[in-house]
């Protein structure tokens, strides 16, 4: 049988590509592409070590700024001591002006006021003739706002920042460098905070810090205070926000911020821990103590406050009502601040116990300070109170840069047991070890023993298992060490 004849065309086969197979293809073909790229491309370098942050102080320095301060006259010899608490006459460049010439305040001649301890006295153009049509108002109120044109015309060089305040004014130059360093002085920038006073806004502007407007917006700083309050400022001093504090304005119509001194000597007493640790001034940190039920408050160089059982945080992070409103009168709206209030209790022994401080003194190994207890009333304290005189506070020197400026963040502090009389607090940075710290006093204060926090010649702290008793002797010893060693120091 003759088998059948097979060509060529009759085995080629036609291959047609379907919608699915194309689909395929061009996943195939997008999958092999991208592994060429892969390994055909330079491996980029990895790192662990992370990229430096770019810088974002622009150096501002005490000679980069320029004072201005509004004065009179008459106001000028009553209120230098103000003046003298922040100004150097060798790093600071300021400028008082004044109506006219200021005279010896004896009386026996009129003879103008050289002082070298005070800024450089600049006599205000006349403003006479200027129409001034405001009801109520003050006319010297023109002359005080043409102060911004005339320390600009002095043409004074590398001036970064002009900063204007009246007389009655007290700058932390220090903090008020810092907080500028946050800004690029080749912008057009309007630093400050508006008043304290609801009142006083409505009537001025929510937008002003006081002094008029510039044509620019207003930058916030809460660390700048009108103080537009009178009376007892403790409860916005010892509730600070968490700001460097910058200035504080109106002190003649406040008591002075510590007992038993008067105005310019509490100011002093205060800018003695300003000397030495000028950003942590007013800062608070809450500590607890599990074992006796305690919370304590710390406004650093200036107070202490003991509260008996577990405060809040929230709670302790607002202002007292200590103070009283600027404007005196029966309208509510005089009584109304720009922030939350609590109430202060109007039963002292309802209040928490209060230390002022004392003394700051600086050493190799950190800041103390010390806070001696005030009491305005004799209250029946729980034992643990009753017997606290003294609270000694350990710090080290607080030197924010801009990007912690930017992002502030509250410190933690660690209790000692109480012991004589006294109470050791070691402020630091928050970190894991709070929460092992506080577990540890938990444990112990449930077999009856106090932990008591021993520093190290390091400034570390170890934790004794020992009774308080035996702790307290040792703990003694090493304090009456490092007191030593800080007078070396």
Not at 5 to 10: L, R, V, W
Not at 420 to 430: L, P, Q
Not at 452 to 474: R, T
């Amino acid at each position: 049988m003759q088998q059948p004849t097979t060509t060529a065309a009759s085995t080629k086969k036609t291959l047609t590509p379907t919608p699915s197979r194309l689909k395929d293809l061009l996943l195939i073909l997008s999958f092999l592409t991208i592994i060429y790229l892969l390994f055909s491309s330079p491996r980029p370098q990895l790192s662990l070590t992370p990229r430096a942050a770019p810088s974002t102080s622009f150096l501002t320095t005490r000679r980069h700024i320029v004072f201005s301060i509004a004065s009179s006259s008459t106001s000028f010899i009553h209120r230098q001591h103000y003046i003298r608490l922040w100004y150097n006459p060798t790093t600071t460049r300021a400028f008082a002006f004044l109506d006219r010439e200021a005279v010896d305040p004896t009386g026996n001649n009129t003879r103008s006021i050289m002082d070298p301890t005070l800024p450089r006295v600049i006599i205000s153009k006349d403003t006479s003739s200027f129409p001034y049509t405001f009801k109520g108002g003050l006319k010297s109120a023109i002359r005080v706002a043409r102060v911004v044109k005339e320390v600009v015309e002095l043409n004074e060089p590398d001036v970064d920042w002009f900063v204007f305040g009246d007389d009655d004014t007290v700058f932390f130059v220090e903090n008020l460098v810092t907080v500028l360093s946050k800004y690029d002085h080749n912008g057009w920038f309007y630093v400050g905070s508006n008043s304290e006073s609801y009142d006083q806004n409505v009537k001025n502007s929510f937008e002003m810090g006081f002094g008029g407007e510039l044509g620019v917006g207003l930058s916030h700083e809460p660390g700048f205070h009108q103080v537009d309050m009178r009376g007892d400022l403790f409860g916005m001093l010892s509730a600070h926000p968490l700001s460097p504090l910058v200035s504080l304005h109106h002190l003649d119509a406040v008591n002075p911020i510590f007992p038993n001194m008067s105005k310019t000597q509490a100011l002093e007493h205060l800018f003695n821990g300003v000397n030495v640790d000028p950003a942590r001034v007013l800062q608070q940190t809450v500590c607890y103590d599990p074992v006796h039920s305690l919370t304590v408050s710390v406004a650093w160089g200036y107070s202490v406050q003991v509260f008996e059982g577990n405060e809040f945080l929230p709670d302790l992070l607002i202002p007292q009502r200590t103070f009283m409103p600027w404007r005196r009168g029966g309208n509510a709206e005089f009584t109304r601040f720009m922030f939350n209030i609590r109430e202060y209790p109007k039963d002292p022994c309802k209040r928490p116990l209060i230390f002022f401080m004392e003394s700051v003194t600086s050493g190799k190994n950190g800041i103390w300070s010390n806070y001696i207890r005030h009491d305005v009333a004799d209250c029946n304290r729980g034992y643990a109170m009753k017997n606290l005189e003294l609270v000694r506070v350990l710090s080290h020197k607080l030197e924010p840069d801009i990007e912690q400026m930017k992002f502030p963040r509250r410190q933690c502090c660690d209790l000692s047991a109480l012991f004589n009389g006294s109470m050791v607090i070691s402020i630091r940075k928050c970190g894991w070890n709070l929460h092992a710290l506080n577990t540890k006093s938990f444990k112990l204060a449930q077999y009856g023993y106090a932990m008591v926090g021993i520093l190290d010649s390091v400034g570390n702290h170890s934790h004794s298992l020992l009774p308080a008793k035996v702790s307290s002797l040792k703990f003694d010893a090493r304090m009456r060490k490092h007191d030593q060693e800080n007078r070396r120091g």
